[in-house]
C-alpha cells in the first residue's frame, strides 16, 4: 500500500479534530453544536446516522432523515461531516448525502464479508476513510479491513484506534492495548492514524488522559463525542462531553512534535541514545552470560536426575527480582514480565541440554 500522509491537507491543523454527538438527534442538536464547534476552530465534524447497538429495542440512529439536518447544518457553517456506513446502502445514502469522510466501525472491521461489500460499493471514491479497528484485539483483521478499501481505489484511508473489548475488568470501556496499533504505523508510517479516547475511556473523566496518551504516541487525531447536553443524549450519554469541556481539553493538550530542528536538542538525543546503545549491548552480554550458566545447570541436573522445573527456585526468584527491582523503583509488573520471559527462555534450554546425552569423557583412563 502507498498511502498518502492526507490528513494534515485535509484537515490543516494538528492534530486533526473531529468533534460531535455518537448520534445525530435532531436538527437543532447538530446546528447548535456545528455553531459552538466552528467558534473553537473545529472543521469537521462526527455524527452516527444508523447505530450499532448491542440489543435490538433500544435507540438504532435516526436514520437517514438525519442527513437533512446535516445538509442544512454544512449550509449554515460550512462543516465538513464524517459518519458510520455499516452496509453497501449506507455508503450510496452517506456520498448521495455528501458526508466528507465515511468510517467503518468496530462491528464491521470484524467481518471480512461486509468489510468487501463496503468496499465494492466505494469503489474509486475520492473521500477519505477511516477504519476502526475490530472489537477483538487483531491487528489482522484491521490490516485487512485498511488493504480492502486500499484495493477499492480509496486512496485516502487512515487508521481510527476505538480500542479492543476485553472480559477482564479495566477502567476503561475498551482496552488501549496500545501496541496493535503502534505496529499498524510502524508497518505503514505515512498512513495516518486517529484515535476515539471517546470509545476507549467510556466515561468522560478518562477521556483527557487518553487523548494525550495518543497525543504523546504521535497520533494524528482525534475523533471526541461531544454534544450539547451530554446527560440527555440517546447513545453513549456517560461519554460525550460539552462543547465547553472540549475547548478545555483541547487548551490543556500538550502537543509534541515528530521532530526538531533545534540542534542542541538533537545533539542531546544522539548522546542519550549513544547510553541506551551501550546499556543494551551490556544487557545482551549479561543475558549471555546468565544463560551459560543455565546451560551449566542444566547438565548437573541432567547428570543428577532433576527435573528442569523447580517450583521453589522459580518462586524465590519471582519474588527477589520483584524485590529488587522495587527498590530501584521499577514496576513489579515490568519485572515480573522479564523474568517470565527469561524463565521460559531458561527452561527451553535447559529441557534442549537435559535431552541430549551428556558428551562422552576425555578422560580415557
Ligand atoms: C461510534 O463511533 O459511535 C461507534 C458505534 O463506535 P464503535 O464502532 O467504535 O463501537
Ligand atoms: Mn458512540
Not at 445525530?24 to 447538530?30: D, G, H, K, R, T
Not at 435490538?56 to 445538509?71: K, L, Q
Not at 475520492?126 to 490490516?143: R, T
Not at 473489548?165 to 496499533?181: E, F, L, V
Amino acid at each position: 500500500m502507498k498511502i498518502s500522509p492526507w490528513v494534515h491537507e485535509f484537515s490543516g491543523t494538528h492534530p486533526f479534530i473531529i468533534a460531535g454527538p455518537c448520534s445525530a438527534e435532531s436538527e437543532e442538536q447538530l446546528l447548535t453544536l456545528a455553531f459552538a464547534l466552528k467558534a473553537l476552530g473545529i472543521t469537521t465534524m462526527r455524527a452516527g446516522v444508523w447505530k450499532p447497538r448491542t440489543r435490538p429495542n433500544t435507540f438504532e440512529g435516526m436514520g437517514a432523515v438525519a442527513f437533512d439536518w446535516i445538509t442544512k447544518a454544512k449550509a449554515a457553517t460550512g462543516m465538513r461531516f464524517a459518519t458510520e456506513v455499516a452496509t453497501a446502502e449506507h455508503v450510496e445514502l452517506a456520498l448521495r448525502a455528501d458526508i466528507d469522510i465515511l468510517w467503518l466501525g468496530a462491528r464491521t472491521t470484524v467481518n471480512p464479508f461486509t468489510v468487501q461489500e463496503i468496499a465494492d460499493a466505494l469503489k474509486g471514491v475520492k473521500k477519505p476513510v477511516l477504519v476502526k479497528n475490530p472489537i477483538n484485539p487483531e491487528e489482522g483483521l484491521w490490516l485487512g479491513a485498511i488493504e480492502r478499501i486500499y484495493k477499492a481505489g480509496v486512496e485516502r484511508v487512515g487508521a481510527l484506534h476505538r480500542g479492543f473489548s476485553s472480559y477482564q475488568k479495566s477502567r476503561y470501556r475498551n482496552q488501549p492495548y496500545w501496541q496493535i496499533p503502534l505496529s499498524l504505523k510502524s508497518q505503514f508510517p505515512e498512513m495516518p492514524l486517529l484515535a476515539d479516547p471517546s470509545h476507549i475511556a467510556g466515561s468522560r473523566e478518562l477521556i483527557f488522559e487518553v487523548s494525550q496518551k495518543a497525543m504523546d504516541l504521535g497520533y494524528d487525531g482525534l475523533m471526541i463525542e461531544t454534544h450539547p447536553q451530554p446527560d440527555r443524549a440517546l447513545s453513549d450519554a456517560q461519554q460525550q462531553i460539552t462543547p465547553e469541556t472540549l475547548k478545555t481539553l483541547l487548551e490543556q493538550l500538550r502537543i509534541s512534535s515528530h521532530s526538531s530542528t533545534d540542534t542542541f536538542f538533537i545533539n542531546q538525543l544522539e548522546i542519550l541514545r549513544h547510553k541506551i546503545d551501550s546499556l543494551d549491548q551490556e544487557l545482551i552480554d549479561t543475558l549471555s552470560a546468565r544463560m551459560n550458566l543455565v546451560n551449566l545447570i542444566g547438565a548437573y541436573k541432567r547428570d543428577n536426575n532433576v527435573t528442569v522445573f523447580q517450583l521453589e527456585r522459580w518462586q524465590e526468584i519471582m519474588q527477589t527480582r520483584s524485590d529488587w527491582g522495587s527498590r530501584q523503583k521499577l514496576s513489579s509488573e515490568f519485572i515480573t514480565e522479564i523474568f517470565k520471559a527469561i524463565h521460559d527462555e531458561s527452561i527451553r534450554l535447559q529441557t534442549d541440554v537435559i535431552t541430549k546425552e551428556p558428551s562422552p569423557s576425555n578422560d580415557a583412563s
